[in-house]
């Protein structure tokens, strides 16, 4: 009969101990682990129309109603050939890409990547329609400019950065 009182308190501090790391850890037990989200870690969207998988397209335009220009890469995950077409703001472009090919956007050096009449200022989201064999899907695309440098060589035009506040407060000064 003495070993019942020992198992008692064994119970009760192996219980104790059990309830100390659930309310210690509870917040793992039910908040999603961010590392098991899957995202696009890019600039532009990722998307996938049929056999057409797109990566980090974006487009690239200035202020102005200049151009803007497609970049990113589009891969054709079937043998045989696929016909892409995407239109946005009455501008449209085509694209043939083969079987098991692939296009880089930033690598055309035609005007096949250049939207004329996208005039949505930088930093905002364009629809932008993509048609893939029949296939149609409007997806949202953000529009960049040349701040950030990979994509300075990219903007219709040429990119002109912008006055910094200390330059202008400098030129107003230097003017009275």
């Known amino acids: ?5 020992k198992n008692r308190v064994q119970r009760s501090v192996a219980a104790g101990a059990v309830l100390l790391m659930l309310g210690v850890s509870g917040c793992s037990f039910t908040a999603e682990q961010s ?4 995202y696009a870690a ?8 049929g056999p057409v998988l797109m990566r980090n397209i974006l487009i690239v335009g200035r202020d102005d109603e200049t151009a803007g220009r497609l970049v990113g890469t589009i891969f054709n995950s079937s043998d045989d050939p696929v016909d892409l077409s995407i239109s946005a703001g009455g501008a449209s472009t085509s694209f043939t890409i083969e079987g098991q090919g692939q296009i880089k956007l930033e690598d055309e050096t035609s005007d096949d990547a250049s939207l004329e009449g ?10 932008v329609d993509f048609e893939v064999n029949g296939d149609q899907a409007t997806f949202e695309v953000p529009v ?12 219709p035009g040429g990119y002109t950065p912008r006055p910094s506040e200390p330059a202008a407060t400098e030129e107003a000064a230097e003017g009275e």
């Open 144 to 155: 960049l400019d040349g701040t950030l440098e990979e994509y300075r060589e990219f903007v």
């Open 1 to 5: 009969m003495k070993s019942a009182p």
């Open 42 to 49: 890019s600039d532009g969207i990722v998307k996938d129309i």
């Open 118 to 127: 996208v005039d949505d200022i930088p930093g905002s989201l364009v629809d």
């Open 35 to 38: 590392t098991t989200t899957q």
